[in-house]
């Protein structure tokens, strides 16, 4: 929703030209701080202003302020400026308002749409199994309390945030890249500069509160819950997940499901995640073999989305050989039993994956020769024959 910061001054008198936008925009009462909402349009009157004022310091006032109405008592026509607007009048104020402000509506509701559906087609959306644990995902959104998500490494709860809240700025903050004497001064700020939660903010996402000291998360959870009037979602690895909770008590805890357990999801994945590196990199593609994805459904992913977009990044750039050394390297994130593929089925997929790979670069070498690729390979003409009529079939299907 857009935000108008509206001086006390032009209350009464501008507010009701304003009804047209009910439900469309967040319009300041006499009663609003300047920083108790991230306001997105700024009106003010003579009276906000002192001798020593600038468009630059209220910018730092403003945060989030993307445009200003001021006087043009206070404004240099000298100095040109995308974000100011100046009126001369009450009546230049209100026509200028109004057409500016259905303006920025009608844009914010078509990027809002965007946005939505930008993040419900991200990769790790794609396929039906995902989608049951959405739809009871979705109700969290109006969650009373604050939101713990507990995942495996490589699972990226921040896209799960942005599905929750596709409207938002949302902001994060790393623990892993704040040092233990840093925490309070980032938060609180200091003499000099004013903290993180000292600014308004749309939604936040804490990641990695893990990485913390116990002293450190009670006083972050009791820092946020004091100063944060805005979503507030945080992340931890699965393994810590009793340490976080016993000070992140009161957050809901969601789970973020791992790639394992959605292996009929895979393909389609792998078909989104194609797709978008095809148009980053303006390279028409082709898609994965039938072995290579059922040995693709047959690995545990030990190191999850991550882990399976590296791998189709490798596959599309750099070909199917080098993409499953990728399986062999997953194995350093193996962190618990059930993160093990069954060696059986995982061996005998990879063993014919590679094989395929293998055959089809000796024919291609011997430009289908297929005599001389028999002897190549160390095989009898009838058995290659077999396996080229194999592959066919696979491709087919």
Known sequence: MLKLYLDDYFNDEIEHYLSRFRKKILISSPEDDKFSEPWDVAVLSEHSFDKTTSIESLKKEFSFCRLFFVPSSFYSPRIHRDDVIVFSDKNTLVNNLVSVLSIL??????????NTFSVYREPVF???????????????????????FV????????HYARFLYPECEIEEIDCRLLK????????????????????????????????????????????INLHADFPVIASCAKENRERVKSVFDLYETVEIPPIRTRKEDIPFILSSLISQISQEHNLKLSFPTKKTIELCKNYSWPANYSELRDFT??????????ALEGFLNGVEYIEE????PDLNVFQSQLKMTTEEILVKKVMELTQNNRKKAASLLGISYKSLSKKLKLYSNSDEE
């Open 105 to 114: 509506v009608q844009n914010d509701d078509y990027k809002k749409q965007f």
């Open 126 to 148: 794609a396929g039906d199994v995902i989608k049951a644990f959405l739809r009871r995902f979705k109700m969290l959104r109006s969650s009373p309390v604050g939101l713990l």
């Open 151 to 158: 995942s495996e490494r490589g699972s990226e709860p921040f």
């Open 180 to 223: 233990k004497e840093s925490l309070r001064i980032f938060l609180e700020g200091d003499h000099i500069k004013g903290g993180f939660l000292m600014y308004p903010h749309q939604m936040l996402f804490i990641s990695h509160i893990d990485t913390l000291e116990k002293d450190d998360l009670i006083y972050l959870y009791s820092f």
């Open 313 to 322: 990044q490798l596959y599309c750039l750099n070909g199917p050989l080098k």
């Open 337 to 340: 039993e059930e993160q093990l």
